[in-house]
């Protein structure tokens, strides 16, 4: 039996983040570490009877422990770094500060940086490639106006560091992954490019080999 089972498609980002923590901490996918069901809202997947019995709100990921069941990606990927820390990088933080601090950029991400990266996948990704309906392009402006306020926050940010929080990779990094992946379908990854700091850190954890394992599990067509 596997130790843990994964439930949810790899080309959502928010299963994309759980599966990324799982590499990072040394969990591999198969019959002994990790199980990885593929599960997607798109076809129906989150709607099935057993489904909503582990996730009444019909949402991916979901993760299996042991007879345990949890949802939420970044409530999961805590729940992985913290579970396998013994055998895998400290991704939460060295001190109760620092915890406190990676736990603040997850915050951020969530809140912050990732609402206005959405509007612009949403407007030139999903809807546009998936959808096949016209992007309202005055929402996608507003999305990246707002991008770009957030970005000019960490721009400052990130001067003089390699990383968001202390000076290794954290789960407030790998949070941001995901989303600013599909930046440059969404037509906005100039935003990234036109801040050195911001530039200097997104190739830096960006060429994580957890990171590209996880994109090869579920390739984007776009």
């Known amino acids: 039996m596997p130790k843990l089972t994964l439930h949810g498609t790899a080309i959502s980002p928010y299963t994309r983040r759980v599966i990324m ?26 709607k099935t009877p057993d489904f909503i019995k582990m996730q009444p709100f019909a949402r991916i990921p979901v993760l299996e422990d042991n007879g345990s069941i949890i949802y939420e990606s970044r409530t999961l990927m805590r729940y992985v770094a913290d579970k396998y820390m013994d055998q895998g990088p400290n991704l939460l933080g060295d001190t ?79 949070t941001h992954l995901p989303f600013t992946e599909l930046l440059p379908a969404a037509g906005a990854f100039d935003l990234i490019e036109s801040r050195p700091n911001v530039c200097r850190w997104w190739a830096r954890i960006s060429s994580r080999n957890a990171w590209k394992r996880t994109q090869q599990v579920e390739p984007y067509e776009f």
């Open 96 to 174: 109760l500060m620092e915890r406190a601090l990676v736990n603040q950029w997850i915050d951020i991400e969530g809140h912050t940086f990732s609402p206005p990266v959405m509007i612009l996948v949403y407007e030139r990704v999903f809807k546009s490639h998936l959808h096949k309906r016209p992007c309202d392009e005055e929402r996608w402006k507003d999305g990246r106006e707002k991008l770009s306020r957030v970005l000019d926050i960490y721009e400052k940010h990130l001067e003089g560091r390699d990383y968001l929080v202390g000076n290794s990779f954290s789960l407030a990094d790998l």
């Open 21 to 46: 923590t799982l590499y990072e901490m040394g969990v591999e996918m198969g019959v002994e570490d990790f199980v990885h069901i593929p599960v997607s809202p798109l076809t129906g997947g989150t």
